[in-house]
């Protein structure tokens, strides 16, 4: 909904999801809104997930780049996601297995990864995270 609204780009940049989540949220009178992390670290970002916060995170699951909603953490520390593209081939920059289906709700992704995929541009030297914690107001 939000691509076909907004375009594919638009979302990409983290300002940007920011502002179209919170303009989203208050005309759908919604009681929560998005506190944007530039500069994460794998550590925030775990202690993030791990406190229960629903976490929108950027990451290179893409040649282009990739947005998805983190959930969770099961009993191994790999990630529950919602995937709006389906299953992720958990290759870096590795792209999507092709499913006849776009029903990524509850996808388990291997936490090695799915952290290369948020905090590297080359799948091994570190950059810092982009994310988006949901909080309720």
Same mark, same amino acid.
């Given at each position: ?19 179209? /989540? ?17 500069? $994460?670290?794998?550590?925030? /970002? ?53 499913? $006849? ?37």
């Amino acid at each position: 909904d939000i691509t076909e609204e907004w375009g594919k780009d638009f979302a990409q940049d983290p300002e940007n999801l920011n502002y179209l /989540f919170n303009v989203i949220s208050t005309d759908h009178f919604l009681r929560v809104t998005l506190n944007t992390t530039t500069e $994460g670290t794998l550590d925030s /970002f775990r202690s993030t997930v791990n406190a229960g916060f629903i976490v929108i995170v950027h990451g290179y699951f893409t040649n282009y780049g990739h947005v998805l909603v983190v959930t969770g953490r099961n009993s191994d520390g790999d990630y529950i996601v919602n995937d709006p593209a389906g299953i992720w081939t958990e290759r870096f920059r590795g792209g999507y297995e092709p499913s $006849g289906s776009e029903d990524g709700k509850g996808i388990v992704y291997q936490k090695e990864y799915f952290e290369a995929a948020v905090s590297t541009s080359d799948g091994a030297g570190f950059m810092p995270l982009w994310y988006h914690t949901l909080v309720e107001l």
